[in-house]
């Protein structure tokens, strides 16, 4: 890495998508810091859907439309694991089902964790760096009205329909940032929220003990940090964050998210149907840029990416 490089902090589809922006003009300058709060053992497996969706999206095998699982996949495995009486609610593929496996199987040989990410990465021939946040299990849990569920309990088994109540992150308190994390941040020239969910995506990463200090040991340095917000006209493209939002008492609003960030960040993005709530954000403290973020395919990817490291100039 050169004294150019990124850190790229981020969940699953939204992160993935900016992500794979940012790899188009970084190459190996990019590292990419996922959240590993949505992590899950199935069928013995370690299955680590945000570090996985945004290896599919800068592998370019992302199923279009979804943006997780690998696209043209099947399902025979599932299908027979579901013959077998096995919970089949969160469906595997079998090509995605292969990355689980031999995760699993090198896990269980002794490797750690960001090892083991690296070198399946490696494997798909990944330019960019995709970081686990910990090598130390950190699980995100859902309060809901039947009491605590585990994140993929809540999000893909009751589809997001309980109201959230109460979040933590279990196992955080233990977790530090990896050496190459601490590393990425200490070689950063900027930094970058990608437009995922403040509180399930982005705040377990936050949550990690030490992150904050690495976020701001970068600040004092002069490096900018930047956000780009997951909400557009108050709703999210995708999934819970809005409800979410809401439920625990922020507002649903691009102006909410940057209320979340406001100490921790000196640039924010808002897509242009919020324009009109630019000048609010300034008055916590960050500039703004005010653009479309909708991010449709690999132009307009690569067009936000762009506008994102230009502003950081
Ligand atoms: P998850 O882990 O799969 O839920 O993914 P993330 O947390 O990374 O992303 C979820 C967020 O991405 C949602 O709040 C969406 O509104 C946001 N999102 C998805 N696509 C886009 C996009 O094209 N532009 C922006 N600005 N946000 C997006
Ligand atoms: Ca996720």
Known sequence: MGGHSVVALAGGVGGAKLAEGLAAHLGDRLSVVVNTGDDCERHGLLVMPDHDTVLYNLAGLEQAGLGWGVEGDTYAAMNQLAAYGEEA??????????????????????????????????????????????????????????????????????????????????????????????????????????????????????????????????????????????????????????????????????????RLYADLVDVFVLDAVDADEALVVETLGMRTLVTNT?????ASRARLAGEVLTALR
């Open 89 to 258: 609610w969160f469906r595997l593929g079998d090509r995605d089902l292969a990355l689980h496996v031999a995760r699993t199987a090198r896990l269980r040989a002794g490797g750690r964790l960001t090892d083991v990410c690296l070198g399946l990465q490696r494997a798909l021939g990944l330019a960019a760096r995709i970081l686990p946040m910990s090598d130390v299990p950190v699980r995100t849990q859902v309060r809901t009205a039947d009491g605590w569920l585990e994140f993929q309990e809540y999000f893909v088994h009751q589809r997001q329909t309980p109201d959230v109540l109460e979040l933590r992150f279990d196992g955080a308190l233990d977790a530090s940032p990896t050496p190459e994390v601490a590393a990425a941040f200490g070689e950063a020239s900027s930094i970058v929220l990608c437009p995922s969910n403040p509180l399930v995506s982005i705040g377990p990463i936050l949550a990690v003990p030490g992150m904050r200090s690495l976020l701001a040991a970068a600040r004092a340095r002069g490096v900018p940090v930047v956000a780009v917000s997951p909400i557009i006209g108050g709703h999210a493209l995708k999934g819970p964050a809005d409800r979410m939002l809401a439920a625990l008492g922020h507002e649903s609003s691009a102006l909410g998210v940057a």
């Open 294 to 298: 909708i991010m449709t395919d690999d």
